[in-house]
């Protein structure tokens, strides 16, 4: 007798690709709004489109970008931070004064305009992060005596005081063809994407921002990141101090005054979860070219301040519902 049933024979199935990882909707929808921008300037304004504006206009996006990088570290940490015009001009005048102008103290007023935007962002850190205090009163506060500080300090300073010939022409040049700060946009976003999702602490500190209870429960010292994430902001934005004054040269008092809402807007509308935990600093500085591009053409429109300030405004409400939206349907 022979058995009448067979083995089937394992069907060949080729080997599986991985699937190439999807860039979330939420970091996504800024490049598309930010392509749908530029095709509706380029056929009502092409004037804002035009190759000698995007040159004159890309400084100051790489400006915005390191700002907004800051303050998107500040977000994921479940915080906002209102202090960023406060330590931009303390930053720049701690340059001025320190340098006085001379190529031979150069360095040594970098070094104590970081420290001292370093030590405001330390300040927000523990207020914040140790005695629990709520983060926009905190920051709101801490801008405020550190704009009253440095109006103190710039009056010990000559009105006509500029920086260091040697960092005004660096700030100034270009690489590429590219200006320099677009360069070191370029690079802190790369660095930081590489910090934030290739090392340990960068994953625990997604994680602290995403769920702190959970994070503490697993043994991470929730505080520590917390803290660390508006040190490490503070320290962006002394970048941007020592960029911006070199130049534009002959930095005043109200030097850090555009960087209130418009890095809250760029960090928002790049799909930063105000929530906490979510971040992108690519989609960042995608968002910072649209705000940019949005300010620019509001500007060639005729539009007057306070209709500026709405449109801003506007951009920041619209990215914190995506964010939500975002948050909700990942929920789901």
């Not at 199935?13 to 749908?36: D, K, N, Y």
């Not at 300040?123 to 905190?138: C, E, K, M, Q, W």
Request: hydrophobic share 60%.
């Amino acid at each position: 007798m022979h058995a009448s049933t067979r083995l089937a024979a394992p069907a060949f199935a080729p080997p599986r690709r991985p699937a190439l990882p999807r860039l979330p909707m939420r970091f996504l929808a800024i490049w598309l709004a930010l392509g749908v921008l530029i095709a509706i300037c380029a056929i009502g304004l092409p004037r804002s489109v035009a190759p000698t504006t995007i040159q004159t206009v890309l400084p100051f996006v790489a400006f915005l970008a390191i700002a907004a990088m800051g303050q998107a570290l500040v977000l994921m940490g479940r915080g906002i931070d209102l202090s960023v015009p406060g330590i931009v001009s303390l930053a720049s005048a701690v340059l001025l004064g320190v340098s006085n102008g001379s190529d031979d103290r150069l360095w040594l007023a970098i070094l104590a305009a970081l420290a001292a935007a370093v030590c405001v962002g330390l300040v927000n850190g523990l207020l914040v992060a140790v005695l629990r205090l709520n983060a926009l009163i905190v920051t709101l506060a801490t801008g405020a005596i550190v704009g009253g500080i440095t109006l103190w300090y710039r009056q010990g300073l000559a009105a006509e005081a500029k920086v260091p010939e040697t960092l005004a022409t660096f700030a100034g040049q270009r690489a590429f063809g590219l200006p320099i700060s677009v360069w070191f946009a370029l690079g802190l976003a790369v660095l930081l994407t590489v910090g934030l999702r290739k090392t340990v602490a960068g994953r625990r500190f997604e994680a602290v921002g995403a769920n702190p209870r959970a994070a503490h429960a697993s043994g991470i010292r929730t505080m520590r990141y917390q803290a660390a994430a508006f040190v490490l902001a503070s320290l962006l934005y002394g970048v941007l101090a020592i960029l911006l004054s070199g130049f534009i040269r002959n930095p005043t008092l109200e030097v850090g005054n555009p960087y209130l809402l418009a890095p809250i807007a760029a960090a928002v509308l790049g799909g930063t979860a105000i929530s906490g935990g979510i971040g992108s600093m690519i989609a960042v500085l995608g968002a910072s070219l649209f705000v940019m591009q949005l300010d620019q053409a509001s500007k060639m429109m005729g539009l007057a301040t306070s209709w500026q300030l709405i449109v801003q405004g506007a951009a920041i409400a619209a990215g914190m519902w995506l964010s939500e939206a975002a948050s909700r349907s990942g929920r789901r």
